[in-house]
């Protein structure tokens, strides 16, 4: 099924590649059994990655842009630890629920210089295809919303690459893409850093095996931008039309797979949607099931509260 929506489509996707690869951190579930068409079984809690992700969707559905004040509170506010929050990050949010303001609690952090972590580019796959066909407004709403927690660059560029890159996934639904269109089509938006540097080696490295991009760009062991953002970018790129094979790509890479997974998940899903479509395999109907029920909240204004 293809939604007329594909930030809703990329919302869904976050949260079972975010569920479903947070099942690969209980002991039993087994990547052997995933490869052969048996999934963990239901059902998958999602985490902190959807929580956050929920909210940028309400955000940017309701109002368009990202004001970041209400960002950073909506943040604070729905902030529940168990959720796998690190540490630093449940600090900033409840420094920002006690009344600090948004900039002061996240440029505080590491030494003054803002983190790095890829916690701004797991959620922000929804913001960028909401704003399908419209990379610069992508990449900038991206950046504001990065902010909110992360003020270093590497977070924000990691942002909002992911943002272009679900954009451009949104934009070419229904058309066959070239693995390299979706890493060309973030080129520009690519400030020097470490990150840049890793998606520009991403590019060379299509047509190689998940396990080698992984071992060449990092699989969000760090919990960084530049090791988390490339790879992503490269199995979002390899498996454009094919959501199964991409999550899976991010359970046998290992790492931060419910992070990796959600990043890929949010970005494939605004470009197949739900359930096969032609050649292109969207969620699977059954993984969506397994998943979770999403926030009421994330929904506000639209009819149904829980999709």
Known sequence: ?????????????????????????????????????????????????????????????????????????????????????????????????????WAEAAGAVFGGRGSWGNGAAMRVAPLGAHFAGNPDRAAAQAALSAETTHRHPEAIVGAMVVA???????ATRGKCCAPDELLLTVEPYLVDGRTAEGVRRARKLLGRTAAEAAYELGNGARVSAQDTVPFTLWVAATFLEDYPGAITACVEAGGDVDTTAAIVGGIVAAHTGIGDRGATHGIPREWLAAREPLPAWAFGRLPGSER
Not at 83 to 89: C, D, F, H, I, M
């Open 1 to 101: 099924m293809l939604n007329s929506d594909p930030a809703f489509d990329s919302l869904q996707g976050l949260s079972v590649g975010d569920a479903l690869g947070a099942q690969f951190f209980v002991p039993g579930s087994s990547v052997p059994d995933l490869l052969a068409g048996r999934p963990p079984s239901a059902p998958w809690p999602w985490t902190d990655d959807t929580e956050m992700a929920c909210s940028v969707y309400a955000e940017i559905h309701d109002r368009g842009s990202v004001d970041r004040d209400l960002l950073a509170d909506a943040f604070a506010q729905r902030c529940e630890p168990y959720r796998g929050y690190g540490p630093g990050t449940v600090v900033v949010l409840h420094e920002i629920r006690d009344g600090r303001p």
């Open 164 to 170: 272009v890159a679900a954009a451009y996934a949104g």
